[in-house]
Nanobody, 123 residues
Framework: VQLQASGGGLVQAGGSLRLSCTASGRPLGGNSVAWFRQSPAKEREFVARITWNLGSIFYADSVRGRFTISRDSAKATVYLQMINLKPEDAGVYYC?????????????????WGQGTQVTVSS
């Protein structure tokens, strides 16, 4: 599976962005797709995940209520809609995929990674 993330940019605090993660190489059936983020001097942090088959969703507490993860099966794309962005949301956002539907919030549990897209939030 190859993953291509896009949609990052510069936004003011309180603003919105939508990230996209498009998969290619093989169908994602049976997989989970997640978003992680990483800022300088911090470990890669789980943000949200969705299962491809049933669309089961799980969020990190820090983004619940502000971020929405969704998928478009026809486009093989997972989205992360982010609203009310805060400076602490800034970082490089990565999409990742793994085989299986269980909730996994550790980066090491994901086999496939996109290249990352930068999100900058100005205060």
């Amino acid at each position: 599976v190859q993953l291509q993330a896009s949609g990052g940019g510069l936004v003011q605090a309180g603003g919105s962005l939508r990230l996209s993660c498009t998969a290619s190489g093989r169908p994602l059936g049976g997989n989970s797709v997640a978003w992680f983020r990483q800022s300088p001097a911090k470990e890669r942090e789980f943000v949200a995940r969705i299962t491809w088959n049933l669309g089961s969703i799980f969020y990190a507490d820090s983004v619940r209520g502000r971020f929405t993860i969704s998928r478009d099966s026809a486009k093989a794309t997972v989205y992360l809609q982010m609203i009310n962005l805060k400076p602490e949301d800034a970082g490089v956002y990565y999409c990742a995929a793994r085989v299986g539907a269980g909730v996994r919030t550790v980066a090491a549990d994901y086999e496939y990674w996109g290249q990352g897209t930068q999100v900058t939030v100005s205060s």
